[in-house]
């Protein structure tokens, strides 16, 4: 127990220090490349004297570090400078829109979750035979169907022959929560179908590696059926290996799918991240990059301690084996 | 039913992979009697194991088995549903294999990975499991069962998991145990000890066993009766006892012979450099080990400590010692693959060849052979012309004695021998001054292992080459080798010309490896096993 708790406040501490590497780099990079904030916020008409007042007023004729140091400051208190384009804070823009993308990417993931592991267990019962070819071939297809097509296919399947599905509407989670389920289930599979279709690669083919382990033979040896050994040694094995899989699936679900929420006319971070693009919003910019950032090393996180959790054999300095 | 002294009677068994051109087993018949050890002796290839898994029908999804009758405790098992026969699996039928270190799910516990034996079959309390479970730990020899129980199989050696192994095959007593070379991967020490666990386990249950091996002495002091199958037939059948002393047929004497490696009847002959030659290889007070990291701090920890010591040109030099004495570790560090901690390594030539054990795992499966022996030349920075490249690579072969179209082939496409020898090969392409070899025979079975033996020896004499072979086999060093190096627990503790030290012992390791080697290989006298 006490290795674990050690191995864990280790990786947090290592957590930290990545994150404060990536703001730094965020932040280097969003002041070296060109563009004059105060410029694009007074627009082109406004003079040299009022662009310099506004410099001076927004601390950026400060020296780099210590623009560095007093934006860090704001982000642990949980305040990444205001919007330029949209006159609000930048942290509650971007919490604004995380019902949405955590919506979204919850939905997906339990949809990936759902129709990736069954269909890779009957896949790989009898690999080359009828059901693995379905599968694979559906792997396939739903691999290379380009997200906008696949969304406007479904919205036009689902909305003008069945009329199931709110398409285009979005109800927030606190007045409805029903309907706001309800809309975003569309827009979840069209989001889910290709990552289903890697974690279904992939998974499969852990299947398949561990099916071939002598643990297997030794479980059939004893008497177990094929179902058994699939469910108690197959899959918590293959499971190991598929975490990295699904950890990356995660993190990019969670920054955000541009072409579904466009799609969709969802307020998602997608939209909002094309959004400070479009108005050269540089704070709202590296703000939401450093979410970005801080997600995938989170998530990434998780699933490394996920992994430690789930094989003894990644735990170290347990033993004295060699 | 009437009483019948057999429990299991095989007839007339045949076995093909779909069709008449793939047949493996011809019309195998034979008869196990309760409580006896029966020995199923062969090459690798031969369907020994075949015959093995058909009785517990585990056989590979093509194998179809076309004739023949299996009768079981009174039971026709061809006429059993794979329903029934799971039944019997584990419960009156149990299999021990020949690789313990991957024959445990690694992420379940011991505890948890025997427990299924005991779910599957019988309805019983946690704590009833838990204590049956400790109980037959603790007869198969681990003292400290109850921590044993909460281990995972990666924090146990393999003599230790095989004896977990066999703790689960024996939980509910069952008549027959199949044990498919469940020594071949473990040190002599330790192979010993678990053939004499096996033994006194089915004199205590009462139980019969079918004992795989391609080693023919070692079965000789261990089983009842042998059978000797040789491509899918039995050719020779017999109690121990005469198969070993008198072996009337030739192809037993072979196998016998090839098994004992006795360096006059197979005509094996290694240099004897005289005292003025060079040396091809000096080491000085070499430390070496590994890092491990904990939390930010690191530490390393050594495993190899001041070892010295020198090979001369044309040498044959072995290297001796049980699993995890070291071996390993040096052989990394003189090949330059870690950074020793201390000490110095010089080879005068700078020219070293390497095969290693497992030569499935050494060759890439993407590769054809000739990109394999390719490989060494252009790891070293070898330039050499077509024609140049064609008659080394032609020589290479030669001297292995493969033939030229292996070349086009893929690793998978060869048996055990033809890649062992393919990895010394590699190695004769730079035309080393000194081959390693670590462990080069353990993996193949006797027949092929004394011809790789035979190899090397031609190359020692012919080609002047240095060698260090490494091995844990005190037969293979006695017939190869003419200076050996004792190594325990990282140090050398022995050293001395191969005859001297083999026949007048002087440090406990060499005396307790001598005496593993003795009792493993000793000539049946007539039934009676020595147990200590």
Known sequence: MKERVTYILSRVLELMITLLLVSLLTFAAFSIIPGDTARTILGPSASPEQVEALR?????????????????????????????????????????????????SFLSLCLVLVISYPSAVISSRRPGKFWDQVFSVFGHVSFAIPPFVLSLVSVLIASKLFGYFAVGKYASPSKDFGQYIYCLLLPAFCVAVPKIAMTFKFLRASILTEKSNDYVRTSKSRGLSDIKIMFRHILPNSNVSVITALSIVLSDLLGGSLIVEQVFNLPGLGRLLIQAIGRRDFPLLSGIVFYLAAMMVIVYFAADVLMNMCDPRLRKNRGDSL | MSYSKYILQVKDLSLDFGSESTKTLHDISFDLRKGEILGLIGNSGCGKTMTALSVSRLLPKDARLTSGSIVFDGKELMD?????????????????????????????????????????????????????????????????????????????????????????????????MIADEPTSSLDTITSMSILELIKSLCAEFMMSVLFISHDLSIVGGFCDRVLVIEKGRIVDSGN?????????????????????????????????????????????????????????????????????????????????????????????????????????????????????????????????????????????????????????????????????????RYPSQLSGGQRQRIAIAMCLMINPNLIIADEPLSALDTTSGARILKLLAKINTERNTSILLISHNLRVIRAATSYVIVMDQGRIVEDGPTLNVLSNPQSEITKKLLLAETTLHRNPDKGQFMTE
């Open chain 1, 56 to 104: 001076e007023k927004m601390g950026l004729n400060d020296p780099l570090l210590f623009r560095y140091l007093s934006w860090l400051k704001g982000a642990f208190t949980g305040d990444l400078g205001n919007s330029t384009s949209f006159n609000q804070p930048v942290s509650s823009l971007i919490i604004s829109r995380l019902p949405v993308t955590f919506g979204l």
């Open chain 2, 80 to 176: 059993h549903t794979e329903k029934d026969m799971r039944e019997l699996r584990g419960k009156d039928i149990a299999m021990i294999f020949q690789e313990p270190y991957t024959a445990l799910d690694p992420l379940k516990t011991v505890f948890k990975n025997l427990e299924e034996v005991l779910t599957e079959h019988e309805v019983l309390t946690k704590d009833e499991r838990r204590s049956r479970i400790l109980n037959m730990l603790k007869r198969v020899g681990f003292d400290e069962a109850e921590d044993i129980l909460g281990r995972y199989p990666h924090e146990l050696s393999g003599g230790q998991r095989q004896r977990v192994l066999i703790a689960g095959a024996c939980l509910l007593k069952p008549k027959l």
């Open chain 2, 240 to 408: 121990a006892f005469d198969l070993l002393y008198n072996p009337k047929n030739p192809y037993t004497a072979g196998l016998l012979s090839d098994s004992r490696l006795d360096p006059k009847s197979l005509d094996l002959k290694f240099n004897k450099p005289s005292f003025s030659s060079e040396c091809s290889l000096r080491v000085k007070g070499l430390s070496a080990g590994y890092e491990s990291t904990h939390g930010f701090r690191k530490k390393k920890k050594d495993i190899i400590h001041d070892i010295s010591f020198k090979i001369l040109n044309g040498e044959s030099v072995g290297l001796i010692g049980s699993s995890g004495c070291g071996k390993t570790t040096l052989t990394r560090a003189i090949c330059g693959l870690l950074k020793p901690t201390s000490g110095t390594i010089t080879d005068t030539k700078g020219k070293l060849g390497v095969v290693f054990q497992d030569p499935v795992m050494c060759l890439n499966p993407a590769h054809t052979i000739r990109w394999h022996l390719n490989e060494p030349l252009k790891a070293n920075k070898i330039k050499l012309t077509k024609e140049e490249l064609n008659k080394t690579i032609r020589e290479s072969l030669e001297a292995v004695g493969l033939e030229k179209d292996i070349l086009g």
